[in-house]
T-cell receptor
Framework: NAGVTQTPKFRVLKTGQSMTLLCAQD?????MYWYRQDPGMGLRLIHY???????AKGEVPDGYNVSRLKKQNFLLGLESAAPSQTSVYFC????????????FGSGTRLTVV | GIQVEQSPPDLILQEGANSTLRCNFS?????LQWFHQNPWGQLINLFY???GTKQNGRLSATTVATERYSLLYISSSQTTDSGVYFC????????????FGKGTKLTVNP
């Protein structure tokens, strides 16, 4: 049981380049989330999805887009990377709202130069 | 939105000591979770505890929802307990958008 898998694990981008981070879960969870973690800031929600075909904005959505075409996958896109997007990105999933905790992926460390 | 505050920000212990980490939140919540981030960055869910008390081995957690706080207890600490402990909560009547505190960094020395 792989849980939540994120690819890639590391990436260096030049300012203005684009990329897509992939999150895949095999637990049949309805909800999926993208967070970013910066030093001293904790985790902040970028976008989330409450089911296949749905997406919604979180706390810090600017500069990112997401898609949930399949229930098991949640993609995070950066159209034009900026140094301020240097961060560690975490994907998480959970079952429908109620008595369930989150399962996190291992993270993607992104550096924009 | 909801505010989540954790204390202390840093904690250094000798192996075998006990500790209590605190999480205060600003509104009524329907979801309160504790996570441990190990030194390699992996986030592990410790407890889902919007109210009441739960125990898992040397760790236990208590949430007093009416007073808007939660406590994480670590007994007989081990070096493997080192890392950052996060509390996260979401608003009652809202969606499942967890808001994280800034964490408590725990260092357990041998």
């Amino acid at each position: 049981n792989a849980g939540v898998t994120q690819t890639p694990k590391f990436r260096v981008l030049k300012t203005g380049q684009s990329m897509t981070l992939l999150c895949a879960q095999d637990m049949n969870h309805e909800y999926m989330y993208w967070y970013r973690q910066d030093p001293g800031m904790g985790l902040r929600l970028i976008h989330y999805s409450v089911g296949e075909g749905t997406t919604a904005k979180g706390e810090v959505p600017d500069g990112y887009n997401v898609s949930r075409l399949k229930k098991q996958n949640f993609l995070l896109g950066l159209e034009s990377a900026a140094p301020s997007q240097t961060s560690v990105y975490f994907c998480a999933s959970s079952q429908a709202p109620g008595n369930y905790g989150y399962t996190f992926g291992s993270g993607t460390r992104l550096t924009v130069v | 939105g909801i505010q989540v505050e954790q204390s202390p920000p840093d904690l250094i212990l000798q192996e075998g000591a006990n500790s209590t980490l605190r999480c205060n939140f600003s509104d009524s919540v329907n979801n309160l979770q504790w996570f441990h981030q190990n030194p390699w960055g992996q986030l592990i869910n410790l407890f889902y505890i919007p109210s009441g008390t739960k125990q898992n081995g040397r760790l236990s957690a208590t949430t007093v929802a009416t007073e808007r706080y939660s406590l994480l207890y670590i007994s007989s600490s081990q070096t493997t307990d080192s890392g950052v402990y996060f509390c996260a909560a979401s608003l009652q009547g809202g969606s499942e958008k967890l808001v994280f505190g800034k964490g408590t960094k725990l260092t357990v020395n041998p």
